[in-house]
């Protein structure tokens, strides 16, 4: 069952092993997808070890560490309608990539699909399933699943055409929330975004990661979003409601303070988003507040 429809992109940095695993569980997909890696610069030997076991796969070298515009990198390269991410500590399920672009072949204003999370080793859903299963956001009869306000990067099939129109991935936001400005952009530009319960991810979370510097990541893409994109009121707002609820630790401090120096830059692209797009964030606020202290807490 080979589905020329879908391209799988991976981005990596230094996890040869979890890298390989995952596109070991590629290869052995019903739906034969395409694979692209983004190579981040890594120096643990990530890109022979690529070659030697994975000749198929198109692999990048960009020579440095690009975070997630190492994706944007790859989606050039992509020459089907639709793109799955997939992290290097992660791997679709048989037949969730075909459902998926099953659903945006049906519905021409779908733009993204976002798929349920199994935690491994032990197959427990992720407990940001419950969150989306459960989206506030209204969405119209014809969506065949909850609207979203956001979707998971490396749980999600976008469609190609979208993602490049807009404008992909922020390279200021390198990587921790990074999806949530470009989910509100899609939004703006007319796309629905879904969740469908019976799509799947499997998620074995690297042991090699920096869950500090995440959290500082997201805390301070958290607050370039709410500048950029939000209305002055509620911008304000959700500043005030951050600076009292993350830790007040050095990751905190050094968040607000990146966040901060890079003002200029925030008011130079600031666009705010249309208002039906805002009122749907307003609906998501009480679910992301309990989501945030979760996230910043690490």
């Given at each position: 069952m080979t589905d020329p429809r879908v391209t799988v992109v991976?981005?990596?940095h230094n996890r040869c092993p979890e890298l390989l695993r995952t596109l070991d569980r590629l290869a052995e997909?019903?739906?034969?997808?395409?694979?692209?890696?983004?190579?981040?610069?890594?120096?643990?030997?990530?890109?022979?070890?690529?070659?030697r076991h994975h000749p198929q796969v198109r692999l990048l070298r960009p020579g440095r560490n690009l975070g997630a515009v190492g994706r944007n990198l790859a989606v050039r390269h992509v020459r089907t309608p639709y793109v799955a991410f997939c992290d290097d500590d992660s791997w679709w399920a048989?037949?969730?990539?075909?459902?998926?672009?099953?659903?945006?072949?049906?519905?021409?204003?779908?733009?993204?699909?976002?798929?349920?999370?199994?935690?491994?080793?032990?197959?427990?859903?992720?407990?940001?399933?419950?969150e989306l299963r459960d989206s506030p956001v209204p969405g119209p009869d014809w969506l065949p699943g909850p609207a979203l306000g956001s979707f998971l990067a490396a749980a999600t099939v976008l469609r190609t055409g979208a993602f490049r129109a807009a404008g992909g991935f922020h390279p200021r936001l390198w990587l921790g929330g990074e999806e949530e400005l470009l989910a509100a952009d899609l939004a703006a530009n007319g796309w629905w975004l879904t969740y469908a319960d019976h799509l799947t991810i499997h998620h074995q979370a690297s042991e090699v990661r920096d869950a500090t510097l995440r959290r500082?990541?997201?805390?301070?893409?958290?607050?370039?979003?709410?500048?950029?994109?939000?209305?002055?009121?509620?911008?304000?707002?959700?500043?005030?409601?951050?600076?009292?609820?993350?830790?007040?630790?050095?990751?905190?401090?050094?968040?607000?303070?990146?966040?901060a120096a890079a003002l200029p830059w925030v008011l130079r692209e600031r666009r705010v988003l249309p208002p039906h797009v805002e009122a749907r964030l307003r609906l998501l606020e009480p679910a992301q507040r309990d989501s945030e202290a979760r996230s910043y807490t690490g």
């Open positions: 991976v981005i990596t997909l019903p739906e034969r997808p395409a694979v692209i890696v983004t190579d981040n610069g890594s120096t643990d030997g990530t890109s022979p070890a690529v070659a048989p037949g969730s990539l075909s459902g998926a672009a099953d659903l945006l072949d049906r519905h021409p204003a779908l733009g993204t699909v976002t798929a349920r999370i199994v935690v491994e080793p032990d197959g427990t859903e992720d407990p940001i399933v419950e500082t990541h997201g805390i301070r893409n958290t607050l370039w979003f709410t500048w950029l994109r939000r209305p002055a009121g509620t911008a304000l707002r959700r500043t005030l409601h951050l600076a009292r609820t993350v830790p007040r630790d050095a990751a905190s401090a050094r968040a607000f303070a990146e966040a």
